[in-house]
């Protein structure tokens, strides 16, 4: 099994989106060792999509996308998962009164549920596919020719190339379902992921053959921090010609609230504007209908609107999607209400490349924009951002991690990254990291963005805030243009390409503080970036400048808050020390990791350690510390406390009933 296999099963099973069971048995289905992700990734779309709605199903496929792309950042770090979990299939008999009969092997039989066995595809119309045909064989052996190819500034990849005709036969042979037409294809599952990441680069030929492309930042797995969980099936539930069984037999999805019906998932929002005739009206009449729709949504905290033709209105509040009692738009309808914010520069934007990336200013704040068309129409999206800048306590931060913070923007000069996935708050902490320094330094500060979505306010420092595309062109040029400046402190976002890390390295020799955001899950997916984005000759010479440069990375996500109707960060935290400096010269980002895992330093700490230190603090629940800790260990600890804090309560209500 592949490693971003293991990792997308983790991911699966730790988002509760199925059990251990219905992992395993459709991966056995499947064929173990032969399953690719891509194909596992479909097969269980497909399973979770049969009998949805389209617009449910298109939901479906997101959140399968974002799954994939976790699974892929796990496999970047080239450790194995924390829990890794192993098929062991046992064969047992039923006698008429469905008492189980061991097979030949008692230790090895299951604890069968007094109401049958576990079959995860019980009424889901999925049937095991047929032995592997010689196409296939042929075709996977293809697949494991691996060639290394390196350009420049591009990261080495592994290319796995296989025929048209083989990839389809590969298709036919392990579909879970009659019809290749039931759902997106396999592209479509990862495109978004390719796009994300690179991909492969240039056009392909028609009778090229189809490829799939990937990072390759490997790096030693970690044994001892993994555990092994062996997952018992019954080998009658993975053969063809087994009897359906009855209801009794059935455990259902373990599915999140993303996947529950379309109207449990309305919100009430008392004072919407009504958007009735919305195609009726003209684009004032539409823009002050926008204003006023962000300004109520704003007020009752939420975080992005999306506005798309052939759908109600949706929002996200605290990480989940919820409808909004509104009607379908149609297509006009979408494309007024869209429109009715932009100006005539980034109308015609949009009309030449059919997409648009912008900020918005509006009365009580600014927001993100992003319009895209689609197959109903036009199709926006809007994140709202925060109307003032909260400090780094505010967000979350505990105390020791908010002096450490501090003390690396106090650095003269120097690297600092901020990372995180999509929707974690980067920008709210940029901004407060800004925010300090223009409070502390009589400075400046310029700001890199793309787009804007924050206004900094001067203080004793200036701030300068310039938009990739509207106020210069790429961000590489800006940079450029920023060293001429004469800045203090320059912060940039999103950064990924290896110009634009150079850059950012030579210009901290230069003497300034650069601080800048990227998409990463982990301090060690942060460092393998920045490294091996380079390539292999050159990759001693960026070590040594990231060793000298790096001051500190922060990386974070949002969980649900103790306190209920509020998020609060939970971080990972590295200062870069004499010992981790000599660790980075050499490139072992593995013992950066088991450094902050085993340090007693404030500022040092891991996403579990953190996890667990603001369970302490009382600013999380114990089920929610529960869900987002990865490693089993710290998890197992955790639950122990939780059992025990349970415990003292009820002696403690005892007693006092007594």
Same mark, same amino acid.
């Given at each position: 099994?592949?490693?971003?296999?293991?990792?997308?099963?983790?991911?699966?099973?730790?988002?509760?989106?199925?059990?251990?069971?219905?992992?395993?048995?459709?991966?056995?289905?499947?064929?173990?060792?032969?399953?690719?992700?891509?194909?596992?990734?479909?097969?269980?779309?497909?399973?979770?999509?049969?009998?949805?709605?389209?617009?449910?199903?298109?939901?479906?496929?997101?959140?399968?996308?974002?799954?994939?792309?976790?699974?892929?950042?796990?496999?970047?770090?080239?450790?194995?998962?924390?829990?890794?979990?192993?098929?062991?299939?046992?064969?047992?008999?039923?006698?008429?009164?469905?008492?189980?009969?061991?097979?030949?092997?008692?230790?090895?039989?299951?604890?069968?549920?007094?109401?049958?066995?576990?079959?995860?595809?019980?009424?889901?119309?999925?049937?095991?596919?047929?032995?592997?045909?010689?196409?296939?064989?042929?075709?996977?052996?293809?697949?494991?020719?691996?060639?290394?190819?390196?350009?420049?500034?591009?990261?080495? /990849?592994? $290319?796995?190339?296989?025929?048209?005709? !083989? +990839?389809?036969?590969? =298709? &036919?042979?392990?579909? #879970?379902?009659?019809? *290749?037409?039931?759902?997106?294809?396999?592209?479509?599952?990862?495109?978004?992921?390719?796009?994300?990441?690179?991909?492969?680069?240039?056009?392909?030929?028609?009778?090229?053959?189809?490829? /799939?492309? $990937?990072?390759?930042?490997?790096?030693? !797995? +970690?044994?001892?921090? =993994? &555990?092994?969980?062996? #997952?018992?099936?019954? *080998?009658?539930?993975?053969?063809?010609?087994?009897?359906?069984?009855?209801?009794?037999?059935?455990?259902?999805?373990?599915?999140?609230?993303?996947?529950?019906?379309?109207?449990?998932?309305?919100?009430?929002?008392?004072?919407?504007?009504?958007?009735?005739?919305?195609?009726?009206?003209?684009?004032?009449?539409?823009?002050?209908?926008?204003?006023?729709?962000?300004?109520?949504?704003?007020?009752?905290?939420?975080?992005?609107?999306?506005?798309?033709?052939?759908?109600?209105?949706?929002?996200?509040?605290?990480?989940?999607?919820?409808?909004?009692?509104?009607?379908?738009?149609?297509?006009?309808?979408?494309?007024?209400?869209?429109?009715?914010?932009?100006?005539?520069?980034?109308?015609?934007?949009?009309?030449?490349?059919?997409?648009?990336?912008?900020?918005?200013?509006?009365?009580?704040?600014?927001?993100?924009?992003?319009?895209?068309?689609?197959?109903?129409?036009?199709?926006?999206?809007?994140?709202?951002?925060?109307?003032?800048?909260?400090?780094?306590?505010?967000?979350?931060?505990?105390?020791?991690?908010?002096?450490?913070?501090?003390?690396?923007?106090?650095?003269?000069?120097?690297?600092?990254?901020?990372?995180?996935?999509?929707?974690?708050?980067?920008?709210?902490?940029?901004?407060?990291?800004?925010?300090?320094?223009?409070?502390?330094?009589?400075?400046?500060?310029?700001?890199?963005?793309?787009?804007?979505?924050?206004?900094?306010?001067?203080?004793?420092?200036?701030?300068?805030?310039?938009?990739?595309?509207?106020?210069?062109?790429?961000?590489?040029?800006?940079?450029?243009?920023?060293?001429?400046?004469?800045?203090?402190?320059?912060?940039?976002?999103?950064?990924?390409?290896?110009?634009?890390?150079?850059?950012?390295?030579?210009?901290?020799?230069?003497?300034?503080?650069?601080?800048?955001?990227?998409?990463?899950?982990?301090?060690?997916?942060?460092?393998?970036?920045?490294?091996?984005?380079?390539?292999?000759?050159?990759?001693?010479?960026?070590?040594?400048?990231?060793?000298?440069?790096?001051?500190?990375?922060?990386?974070?996500?949002?969980?649900?808050?103790?306190?209920?109707?509020?998020?609060?960060?939970?971080?990972?935290?590295?200062?870069?020390?004499?010992?981790?400096?000599?660790?980075?010269?050499?490139?072992?980002?593995?013992?950066?990791?088991?450094?902050?895992?085993?340090?007693?330093?404030?500022?040092?700490?891991?996403?579990?350690?953190?996890?667990?230190?603001?369970?302490?603090?009382?600013?999380?629940?114990?089920?929610?510390?529960?869900?987002?800790?990865?490693?089993?260990?710290?998890?197992?600890?955790?639950?122990?406390?939780?059992?025990?804090?349970?415990?003292?309560?009820?002696?403690?209500?005892?007693?006092?009933?007594?």
């Amino acid at each position: 099994m592949s490693l971003e296999l293991k990792w997308f099963i983790y991911v699966l099973i730790q988002h509760e989106i199925v059990t251990p069971e219905f992992a395993l048995a459709l991966l056995a289905r499947l064929g173990q060792e032969d399953t690719t992700l891509e194909v596992y990734a479909q097969q269980l779309y497909n399973l979770l999509a049969d009998g949805q709605p389209e617009d449910e199903q298109n939901r479906m496929l997101q959140q399968i996308q974002s799954y994939v792309e976790d699974a892929m950042d796990g496999a970047d770090t080239g450790d194995e998962p924390p829990e890794i979990y192993e098929l062991e299939i046992v064969d047992t008999a039923e006698n008429e009164e469905g008492n189980a009969v061991p097979a030949d092997d008692e230790s090895s039989a299951p604890q069968v549920a007094p109401g049958g066995v576990f079959d995860p595809f019980a009424g889901k119309g999925a049937v095991p596919p047929p032995r592997p045909s010689e196409k296939r064989m042929e075709a996977e052996a293809e697949d494991e020719s691996i060639e290394y190819a390196t350009s420049t500034g591009e990261l080495s /990849r592994v $290319r796995i190339e296989t025929a048209e005709v !083989a +990839t389809k036969d590969v =298709r &036919s042979d392990s579909e #879970v379902g009659a019809d *290749s037409d039931s759902g997106p294809s396999v592209a479509d599952i990862m495109s978004a992921f390719n796009r994300k990441h690179g991909g492969a680069h240039g056009q392909e030929k028609e009778d090229a053959p189809r490829t /799939r492309t $990937r990072n390759i930042a490997r790096g030693p !797995a +970690t044994e001892t921090t =993994r &555990s092994m969980k062996k #997952v018992k099936i019954e *080998s009658r539930l993975l053969n063809e010609s087994a009897k359906s069984p009855g209801p009794g037999d059935t455990v259902p999805l373990s599915l999140p609230r993303f996947f529950t019906d379309t109207a449990k998932r309305t919100m009430k929002i008392d004072g919407l504007p009504r958007l009735d005739s919305v195609d009726k009206l003209n684009l004032g009449e539409c823009a002050l209908l926008m204003t006023d729709l962000v300004a109520v949504l704003r007020h009752n905290k939420i975080s992005d609107l999306y506005v798309n033709a052939g759908e109600p209105l949706f929002v996200r509040r605290f990480g989940l999607i919820s409808y909004l009692d509104t009607p379908k738009l149609s297509g006009k309808a979408a494309e007024h209400l869209n429109f009715a914010l932009l100006d005539n520069d980034q109308k015609n934007e949009f009309g030449e490349k059919h997409r648009l990336s912008t900020s918005i200013a509006l009365r009580d704040g600014r927001c993100r924009c992003n319009l895209r068309i689609q197959i109903h129409g036009i199709s926006g999206s809007y994140h709202l951002a925060p109307p003032y800048i909260r400090n780094l306590s505010e967000l979350g931060f505990l105390p020791a991690a908010e002096v450490s913070i501090h003390k690396l923007l106090d650095n003269p000069s120097g690297l600092i990254v901020v990372a995180g996935p999509a929707g974690s708050g980067k920008t709210t902490t940029l901004a407060a990291m800004v925010d300090y320094l223009v409070h502390k330094r009589a400075g400046q500060v310029v700001m890199l963005e793309s787009p804007i979505e924050i206004i900094q306010e001067n203080a004793k420092g200036n701030v300068i805030q310039r938009e990739i595309g509207r106020h210069t062109g790429t961000m590489s040029m800006a940079l450029r243009a920023a060293m001429r400046e004469d800045p203090d402190v320059v912060v940039l976002s999103e950064i990924y390409n290896p110009s634009t890390i150079e850059q950012a390295l030579r210009a901290t020799e230069d003497g300034l503080l650069v601080i800048v955001s990227m998409y990463a899950t982990s301090t060690a997916a942060v460092l393998a970036r920045l490294m091996e984005v380079f390539e292999p000759l050159r990759r001693p010479e960026v070590r040594a400048m990231i060793s000298g440069n790096l001051r500190g990375v922060v990386v974070q996500k949002l969980i649900d808050a103790a306190e209920g109707d509020s998020q609060t960060v939970i971080y990972e935290l590295m200062t870069n020390t004499p010992e981790t400096a000599a660790m980075l010269v050499d490139g072992r980002i593995s013992a950066v990791t088991d450094l902050m895992r085993n340090s007693k330093r404030p500022d040092m700490c891991t996403l579990d350690g953190n996890v667990v230190a603001k369970y302490h603090a009382g600013h999380i629940t114990g089920e929610v510390a529960r869900k987002a800790i990865h490693h089993p260990d710290v998890r197992i600890k955790v639950e122990q406390e939780i059992a025990l804090a349970e415990a003292r309560k009820l002696i403690s209500d005892w007693e006092k009933k007594k």
